[in-house]
């Protein structure tokens, strides 16, 4: 059987967490039944290099993408983006093909355009059945649910001494970073001074923050990188919250994939988005609060009590491995290729 013909395309190939789930999936599917590319459709970044040493041919900003994909003889195109319709990121149809997959990040729909797409992929449960509540199902369209996935080589097991740190990482932008991340820290010093903070990815937004509440000196700050393993080993609990909540939280399950307990607040007001409850079992692999006021009670918590912690990072990585690996989601996503495929062909 010939192999099936891959194209993973994203707006850009940068540090997100949806960029790395595309490198992911390239790095992990099936070189003996599929060939693999990917693409930046309007610019590049951190991850085209990423891309290029998996032996991942990549392609960025192509002028035409429907010659492209006729170039390169495409079977299934993937294309990764926020949902709603966004000019010249899907391809037009010949005789059926290529078959179109959508990871739907933000749970939007297409108006104009949906009528193309075969299958749609979400983060989490929370954000496709957010979507199905908001626009019902579509018939002859399918609606899988598929985390990103976590890579464990790139996290192997860190035997810690712990030192009471905690911390967060994120790309620069605002809308990953909660407030209560920042706000609960006097509160913590207060009953633990001995904790120590890293902040990966701080805007200005949020150093601005520290400078007013006086603590700008006792966080150490750092640029984002691809290189997060390091990161994570660093600490002994991870601090997560996003303004908008999450879809998922790539880092999230990259903490709980490096042995960490994870505390993370709850934002189901205003249908902002709430995987991260999905994500974190609440009192089981970490804390989930539910206002900004008990934040700063569950990192004290976490620090000062190392039978929960060891519990909540133990049962955090077991759920990590049993549902967010990366071989094991991608045989999914090789099925759902496979089944459009075989689907067209009948």
């Not at 590049?44 to 040493?53: I, K, N």
């Not at 192997?156 to 820290?185: E, N, Y």
């Amino acid at each position: 059987m010939a192999k099936i013909r891959v194209l993973q395309a994203c707006s850009q190939l940068g540090i997100g967490g949806t960029e790395k789930t595309l490198q992911v999936f390239s790095k992990y599917l099936d070189r003996s039944r599929f060939d693999v590319f990917a693409c930046g459709l309007r610019t590049g970044g951190t991850r085209v290099a990423e891309l290029e040493r998996l032996g991942v041919p990549v392609i960025v900003q192509p002028p035409d993408l429907d010659a492209l994909l006729k170039d390169l003889k495409i079977d299934v195109y993937h294309i990764y983006r926020a949902g709603d319709y966004e000019p010249g990121t899907l391809p037009r149809k010949q005789n059926g093909g290529p078959k179109i997959v959508e990871t739907n990040v933000f749970n939007a729909i297409d108006h104009a355009e949906n009528s193309l797409i075969d299958a749609h992929v979400f983060f989490s449960e929370w954000s496709r059945q957010d979507y199905l509540v908001k626009y019902c199902r579509f018939p002859g369209k399918r609606y899988e649910v598929l985390y990103g996935p976590i890579d464990f080589e790139e996290f192997p097991p860190v035997k810690r001494k712990f030192d009471w740190t905690i911390g967060r990482c994120s790309r620069v932008d605002d809308q990953k970073w909660h407030r209560a991340c920042v706000d609960m820290l006097p509160k913590v010093w207060r009953k633990v001074p001995q904790m120590r903070c890293r902040f990966r990815g701080a805007t200005d937004r949020i150093k601005e923050r520290l400078h007013k509440l006086g603590i700008e000196h006792r966080v150490e700050l750092s640029e984002p990188s691809v290189a997060v393993a390091d990161f994570y080993a660093g600490l002994d609990v991870y601090v997560h919250g996003a303004r908008v909540g999450e879809g998922y939280g790539v880092v999230i399950a990259e903490a709980m994939a490096s042995g960490l307990p994870v505390v993370t607040i709850a934002t189901p007001q205003r249908k902002k988005c709430n995987a991260q409850a999905e994500v974190v079992d609440h009192n089981v692999t970490g804390y989930v609060v539910r206002f900004a006021w008990q934040y700063a009670d569950a990192v004290i918590d976490l620090l000062e009590n190392q039978d929960v912690r060891e519990r909540f990072a133990a049962r955090g990585y077991e759920k990590a491995r049993e549902q967010f690996e990366a071989s094991r989601l991608t045989r999914k996503l090789e099925a759902l290729y496979t089944d459009l495929m075989e689907a067209g062909a009948r």
